[in-house]
């Protein structure tokens, strides 16, 4: 599966392609594969099933096949409770699913906003330590040989993440991130918000906001965007503009409310 998670999340058609030869060459050499890479190349490959890497779609879309996926397993879930019903069952269920769908205006998001488990995973990390931002002060050696200016350094922010502790967990038999379980995500995709991150970290441009990884190429977020934003004191968490109070309050009000 490591392997396919890293043809899942190729940034072009080129890595992809570059990707796959490194694949099909570690599958080649084991000959308990042989029959798994020739199933792949025979299903996975070709000319109907093609669109499932990551390039393909735009960052934060679902990259699937078939766009209406979603939207049925909705379908399924809460009007038909995954049960067969025949035509003139399914009709009055769909016709009562408009009629609730009418009357509840969704306002279509242009942004990718961050789900809950994304951002219960960046204050977790950053209670743990595995999170931090990379500083380089004026006199060293890497902003002397920058090739940027003040305003584009102003602009970005490098932020570093390490991964998670694993602990073993008795009931499933298997290692896990040593996070609260509302944070966690799967061992593959934890490794994409580290693969191919520099030694100075994510180059988190605070403008856009963006992230060069992987998992925001796919998700539309990450846990290095959202940190920044949150130890930049710009926007919380959650993508929302910090207001700070700047009215003076009076002495005597203020020992007024000490003394009550």
Request: proline share 4%.
């Amino acid at each position: 599966m490591k392997d396919i998670h890293a043809l899942h999340f190729a940034l072009s058609e080129l890595d992809f392609h570059q990707t796959l030869t490194v694949v099909q060459g570690k599958w080649a050499e084991k000959a308990e594969l042989t029959t798994f890479s020739q199933y792949f190349s025979k299903y996975w490959l070709n000319h109907r099933v093609w669109r499932w890497q990551c390039f393909q779609t735009p960052s934060g879309y679902a990259a699937t096949n078939n766009p209406c996926e979603t939207f049925n397993a909705a379908l399924k879930r809460g009007v038909t409770m995954r049960r067969k019903l025949k035509v003139g069952a399914l009709i009055p269920q769909l016709l009562l699913l408009y009629s609730n769908e009418r009357m509840v205006s969704r306002p279509f998001s242009t942004i990718c906003k961050p789900d809950a488990r994304l951002v219960r995973r960046v204050g977790a990390m950053a209670r743990a330590n595995l999170l931090s931002l990379h500083s380089t002060s004026k006199s060293s050696i890497a902003f002397l040989l920058s090739d940027s200016t003040v305003d584009e350094q102003q602009d970005v922010m490098r932020v570093l993440s390490r991964l998670s502790p694993r602990v073993f967990d008795e009931t499933r038999r298997r290692t896990l991130e040593d996070l609260p379980v509302s944070s966690k995500v799967n061992k593959l995709t934890a490794n994409m918000e580290l693969r191919g991150m520099p030694t100075s970290g994510w180059a988190v441009d605070m403008l856009t906001p963006s992230c060069p990884c992987k998992f925001w190429f796919k998700y539309g977020c990450c846990i290095h965007v959202l940190y920044a934003l949150e130890t930049s004191g710009s926007m919380d968490v959650m993508g929302r503009e910090t207001l700070v109070n700047r009215a003076r309050t009076r002495r005597g009000r203020l020992e007024k409310l000490v003394k009550l």
